[in-house]
């Protein structure tokens, strides 16, 4: 029977109804004053969202370092791609809906065209903070839960993106990014959610962390939907075991590791706050059907536009709960066992 | 430690001519050999990018990362012929290589890669955000208390995309003096002339709201280029935007002034009568009947 990993530090009362909650962008804001402090030529760049995005703690810091554009999202990705040419790393930060929204192509030719194929060291280092992602905006409606900018980032060659799933990951996901060469999509959501990792928690860029161990089903999932994986796996326990991995970062795939876990238990589930097209679900379903095809159910908002409502509201309505990822494992497993007595 | 010494300015104003002269035979020469691309453009500019690349710019096509270079960051990409062509007659590559652009596997791509070509300082093609780019470039500079200027070239038709106002919002706000941004102001478009697809003017009034310096100019006069570029140099309270107003197609007498130049390259026939047009030109600079 699986567990939860000890050498995933993560927070002993991780199944407390009293687990603490914290906004995952306070995360983004404290990553962008440690990285500032680790390195003089780290930018940022805001777009009338100073307070919001978190990059106000920065500003406060390091006001030298901090340039305001005003609500001009393309503008602001061009910019910091000329500062990145000039050896700066330049976090731009909005909401989601509107950067990489509104500039996608000038993050397409500016940052990441313009980085391709650099010698070392002469990468157009912008790393591009996405906040307010999802639906759990909530109240703000459709406008503004951004749904389809994992895929939007994904698609662009050499780009890197990361989904961090509460405030501790973000913040070193922040930080992690300002070193990390080249283009960097970071992106999280506004609403408070439980934050159950900590500071031993293993990160790297471009790793699958196993925060539960299990035999029977993979749980792959990234950013708030993480914790409804572990909720899941947990409601499982006597029915069926439960693997979950951490998949922060989309892009680059940690295709070893993802290949291991599939061999070993035989079907996915994948969860993310985001379109079921294109997003987390796209990239792993991309993966295995190629290279060891099982059986797979993703867990996203089923093509369509979110509404206002409260963010629990609106989880139940998008069918991104923990319940919801119990049914998709149930089938999934009934699934393999189908197809192993063909 | 090497001290890198810039490319030395050519002052002497016949030179100047005789070598936009040879950077307009290259582009004729790239361009037929390429089978597509963009004409009128690329020949209306050749005196700018001649005074930038032989007397303005400090730079050193050895070493072109060099920290002490001034930077062109060229906004529509869609005329690289004629950086390219001032690219390789300043030495950062072979004129010979001029041949392959557009050619599969080439460094000399359709529209410019900052990564593929030495002395690119960007990518650029979809119009509209090389001002921005030059505006992070000059705002990092000045952060860093360095003294190397930006130069921006941008045409007139992408005066029409929102992202141009975004930056020249931005740059006024910020007093970036070390930018200087040119205007390829030949009123030819895709779809026909300036004025009738979305009037620009009144251009200079529009930027001098935004708080820069405008000069305006004949931007087929390489002194004129220059001077121009020395006057923005001394001012230091603002940016400065010089209006290049130039014939497209300048030197050729059959694209000149013809929007339907703007995106095509010249068949083997007509870039036959170009060159000799072009070489009886450079004959009357030689003997001083120019």
New interface residues.
């Given amino acids: 029977m699986g567990s939860i990993n000890p050498r995933m530090y993560l927070i002993d009362a991780l199944y407390s109804k009293n687990v603490k909650k914290v906004n995952t962008r306070d995360g983004y804001g404290k990553g962008l004053v440690k990285a500032g402090e680790k390195n003089p030529d780290v930018v940022v760049i805001c777009a009338d969202l100073t307070e919001s995005t978190r990059s106000l703690w920065f500003q406060e810091k390091f006001p030298d370092r901090f340039v305001e554009v005003g609500v001009a999202e393309q503008n602001m990705a061009s910019l910091a791609a000329g500062m990145a040419a000039t050896g700066k790393v330049v976090f731009i930060s909005s909401y989601a809906a509107f950067s990489p929204g509104r500039n996608n192509e000038q993050i397409r030719t500016t940052i990441s065209y313009n980085s391709w194929k650099s010698k070392p060291g002469k990468e157009i280092n912008v790393k591009i903070g996405g906040a307010h992602a999802g639906i759990s905006v909530g109240p703000d409606g459709a406008t503004h839960q951004q749904l389809e900018d994992v895929a939007l980032m994904r698609m662009q060659p050499g780009m890197t993106v990361l989904v961090p799933c509460d405030d501790v990951e973000c913040e070193k996901a922040t930080v992690a990014a300002a070193e990390y060469p080249g283009p960097v999509y970071i992106r999280f959501g506004r609403t408070s959610y439980p934050s159950y990792t900590t500071i031993k928690t293993p990160f790297q860029i471009g790793r699958i962390e196993e925060f539960r161990s299990g035999k029977d089903c993979t749980i792959i999932a990234n950013g708030p939907l993480l914790y409804e994986a572990l909720i899941a796996a947990k409601k499982l326990e006597k029915e069926i075991d439960c693997q979950v991995l951490n998949c922060h970062t989309v892009k680059p795939l940690d295709c070893g590791t993802l290949l291991k876990a599939v061999q070993k238990t035989g079907c996915v589930v994948t969860a993310e706050e985001h379109q079921w097209l294109g997003g987390l679900g796209g990239a792993i379903a991309e993966f295995i059907s190629e290279v060891y095809p099982v059986p797979i159910k993703r867990i996203g908002v089923q093509d369509r536009f979110g509404e206002s409502g409260n963010p629990d509201e609106l989880f139940k309505e998008f069918h991104l709960t923990a319940d919801d990822i119990v049914k998709a494992v149930r089938e999934a497993v009934r699934m393999k066992q189908w197809q192993k007595r063909k | 430690m090497t001290i890198i010494k810039p490319f030395p300015r050519v002052t002497n104003i016949k030179r100047l001519k005789l070598i936009a002269n040879m950077i307009r035979q290259d582009i004729i020469q790239a361009l037929v050999a390429a089978g597509s691309g963009h004409s009128a453009g690329p020949l209306g500019m050749a005196d700018v990018f001649t005074a930038l690349y032989f007397n303005v710019l400090v730079h050193n096509p050895q070493n072109p990362?060099w920290e002490g270079r001034d930077?062109l960051?060229l906004s529509n990409g869609h005329i690289c012929p004629v950086l390219y062509a001032a690219l390789a007659n300043t030495g950062y590559f072979p004129r010979a290589e001029l041949k392959t652009l557009r050619h599969l596997g080439t460094r000399l791509q359709g529209h410019p890669?900052?990564?593929?070509l030495p002395g690119l300082?960007?990518?650029?093609?979809?119009l509209?955000?090389?001002l921005?780019?030059?505006?992070?470039?000059?705002?990092?500079?000045r952060?860093?208390k360095k003294k190397n200027r930006v130069y921006c070239l941008m045409s007139d038709g992408e005066q029409e995309a929102?992202?141009t106002w975004?930056?020249a919002?931005?740059v006024g706000k910020n007093k970036l003096s070390n930018l200087t941004a040119f205007i390829d102001r030949n009123n030819i478009q895709i779809d026909g002339t300036t004025e009738e697809i979305m009037p620009l003017e009144p251009l200079a009034d529009k930027y001098r709201a935004f708080n820069w310096h405008v000069l305006e100019i004949d931007a087929n006069n390489v002194k004129a280029v220059i001077d121009a570029c020395n006057e923005a140099r001394a001012i230091t309270e603002r940016p400065t935007l010089i209006i290049a107003h130039n014939t497209p197609g300048k030197g050729v007498s059959f694209m000149e002034n013809n929007y339907e130049w703007h995106g095509k390259p010249p068949t083997a026939e007509q870039a036959k009568i170009a060159l000799r047009e072009l070489q009886v030109w450079r004959s009357q600079i030689m003997s001083g009947r120019d």
Avoid: K
Wanted: proline fraction near 3%; aromatic fraction near 8%; avoid cysteine.
């Fill in positions: 990362f930077r960051i890669h900052r990564t593929a300082e960007t990518t650029s093609g979809p509209g955000s090389g921005s780019q030059a505006a992070g470039a000059a705002y990092a500079l952060m860093d929102g992202q975004e930056a919002m931005f």
